[in-house]
């Protein structure tokens, strides 16, 4: 059974880096899949951060100003998060998730659970 | 980007109706639209990909239809257990945006 595992500081300062690590159990990130970050806010409701594939190919949201940083470790079990000049407005819950891609199922398909980061001093 | 779109914004509804939920794209999205279900302090569950086909092991009550910009997903004899906020989701292309969100409460 494929299980998503978010992990990382629930607090961080204005102006700081944010960072998080997905940990991947039951499957590989060498698989034909994207591997996502995923934020909900209250405010901005759900909002997709952006994403990486076993060969290191990213992809971010715009919106983000070029903030993001997505990488995979080499042993293929986890990926990270970094969003960097952050300011309370990029408090949210996130949410690592895999994004299953065949045909016409294009879907986040799997999700961790989730974890709160606050934005403040 | 592409925007979507989600009405209505919140319904009131009781156990066993039947209720319409609709997903507007900007622009033509083919059948690259997906249904979520949140519930507080939860993931979200996909429920619906490819615009009409169920995932894996979400109830038959659950049907969505749709294409190019106009879809809707319904909920016949709704159970206490679907009371939750639904979210609509375009991976037609990057950004893989949302919908705001249609929330069904009692």
């Known amino acids: 059974q494929v299980q998503l595992q978010e992990s990382g500081p629930g607090l961080v300062k204005p102006s700081g880096t944010l960072s998080l690590t997905c940990v991947v159990s039951?499957?590989?990130?060498?698989?034909?899949?994207?591997w996502s970050w995923v934020r909900h806010s209250p405010g901005k409701g759900l909002e997709w951060i952006g994403e990486i594939n076993y060969s290191g190919n990213t992809r971010d949201n715009p919106s983000l100003k070029s903030r993001v940083t997505i990488s995979v470790d080499k042993s293929m079990t986890r990926f990270y998060l970094k969003l960097n000049s952050v300011t309370a407005a990029d408090t949210a819950v996130y949410y690592c998730s895999r994004r299953f891609s065949v045909g016409w199922n294009d879907s986040f398909d799997l999700w961790g659970r989730g974890t709160l980061v606050t934005v403040s001093s | 980007d592409i925007q979507l779109t989600q009405s209505p914004s919140s319904l009131s509804a009781s156990v066993g109706d039947e209720v319409t939920l609709t997903c507007r794209a900007s622009q033509s999205i083919s059948r690259y639209l997906n249904w979520y279900q949140v519930k507080p302090g939860e993931a979200p569950k996909l429920l619906v990909y490819g615009a009409a086909n169920l995932e894996s092991g979400v109830p038959s009550r659950f049907s969505a239809i749709g294409s190019v910009t106009e879809f809707t997903l319904t909920i016949t004899a709704l159970q206490p257990e679907d009371f939750a906020t639904y979210y609509c989701q375009q991976s037609f292309d990057t950004p893989f945006n949302f919908g705001p969100g249609t929330k069904v409460d009692v």
């Open positions: 039951g499957d590989s990130i060498v698989s034909n899949n994207w």
